[in-house]
């Protein structure tokens, strides 16, 4: 069984820093590139970065270009997503999300989301 | 990027047909066929209902079809039934290895 397991979410000051991580089972974590998404309260899904399956290359949105940080470790499963100086407008639960098996296109599988919030 | 256009809402009794479109531009919708649909219900993660325009996943009932005509693409619920009730989100390659998510639909099951 296919699943995915986030933590590292909580409550930070303006300006503060958080790291996410992703742990995964069911499936062959290395050969699948994986996605954070996010979702403000109330809100939509955001697309925020996605990774390559050996992590060399990897894809931010626009809004958190440059604060945050993608990353892998194929030996231990995980993905993780540092982000720093955190902004209000980034308070969202965040979700990580495996590449789709029948389009690289989609997300097939998603776990149940880290809530981070930016208070000042 | 901006984020594709969808209702706000759609409504239909049980057994009717919905649609849910979902309209962006040359550069993400009608630029690729890599449109995909998710359901989300209250307090729970998204689960993947269409990929790549109009495919379904192993387990998604045939009652959920998904189509594109130049920068619009859809969602249709056919039989809807009131476990169908949920928000709906399309998704979009938009090129450089980015994407994009639709504003959201809320579907009631009157």
């Known amino acids: 069984e296919v699943q995915l397991l986030e933590s590292g979410g909580g409550l930070v000051q303006p300006g503060g820093s958080l790291r996410l991580s992703c742990a995964v089972s069911?499936?062959?974590?290395?050969?699948?590139?994986m996605r954070w998404v996010r979702q403000a309260p109330g809100k939509g899904l955001e697309w925020v970065s996605s990774i390559s399956t050996g992590g060399s290359a990897t894809y931010y949105a626009d809004s958190v270009k440059g604060r945050f940080t993608i990353s892998r470790d194929n030996s231990k499963n995980t993905l993780f997503l540092q982000m720093d100086s955190l902004r209000a407008e980034d308070t969202a639960v965040y979700y990580c999300a495996k590449r789709g098996d029948n389009s690289a296109y989609s997300q097939d599988y998603w776990g149940q989301g880290t809530l981070v919030t930016v208070y000042s | 990027q901006s984020a594709l256009t969808q209702p706000r809402s759609v409504s239909g009794s049980p057994g009717q047909s919905v649609t849910i479109s979902c309209t962006g531009t040359s550069s993400d919708v009608g630029g690729y066929n890599y449109v995909s649909w998710y359901q989300q219900h209250p307090g729970k993660a998204p689960k993947l209902m269409i990929y790549d325009v109009s495919n379904r996943p192993s387990g998604v009932p045939d009652r959920f079809s998904g189509s594109k005509s130049g920068n619009t693409a859809s969602l249709t619920i056919s039989g809807l039934q009131a476990e169908d009730e949920a928000d709906y989100y399309c998704?979009?390659?938009?090129?450089?290895?980015?994407?994009?998510f639709g504003t959201g639909t809320k579907v009631t099951v009157l």
């Open positions: 998704c979009s390659y938009a090129g450089s290895s980015s994407y994009v």
């Open positions: 069911g499936f062959t974590f290395s050969t699948y590139a």
